[in-house]
Nanobody, 121 residues
Framework: QVHLVESGGGLVQAGGSLRLSCAAS????????MGWYRQAPGKQRELVATITSGGSTNYADSVKGRFTISRDNAKKMVVLQMNTLKPEDTAVYSC???????????????WGQGTQVTVSS
């Protein structure tokens, strides 16, 4: 089994910061892209940021310049540093990772349970 466990969500005032972490565990041979997604009430899930194993990053336009994604390949962790938070950033944030469990096995996208981020105005 593969598990992705997020931590670091919570309640913060607008303009504040939060740091989300996600750790992958289980039988894992290799991890390619890791990322963060979010889903606000009544809205579709959207991509927030992704990072490849080589460190290439991609951000949603709405978070560019405010959020930073990073990863520690040795620890199988991905981190999302969120600064200058806005009420519209309120959502459940989930991490995801493209994982091969053994050599030669197919890649599969795994998801964490999600963590709530609430930004008050």
């Amino acid at each position: 089994q593969v598990h992705l466990v997020e931590s670091g969500g919570g309640l913060v005032q607008a303009g504040g910061s939060l740091r989300l972490s996600c750790a992958a565990s289980g039988i894992i041979f290799s991890i390619n892209t890791m990322g963060w997604y979010r889903q606000a009430p009544g809205k579709q899930r959207e991509l927030v940021a992704t990072i490849t194993s080589g460190g290439s990053t991609n951000y949603a336009d709405s978070v560019k310049g405010r959020f930073t994604i990073s990863r520690d390949n040795a620890k199988k962790m991905v981190v999302l540093q969120m600064n200058t938070l806005k009420p519209e950033d309120t959502a459940v944030y989930s991490c995801a990772a493209d994982i091969a469990r053994t050599y030669g096995s197919r890649w599969m996208y795994y998801w964490g349970q999600g963590t709530q981020v609430t930004v008050s105005s």
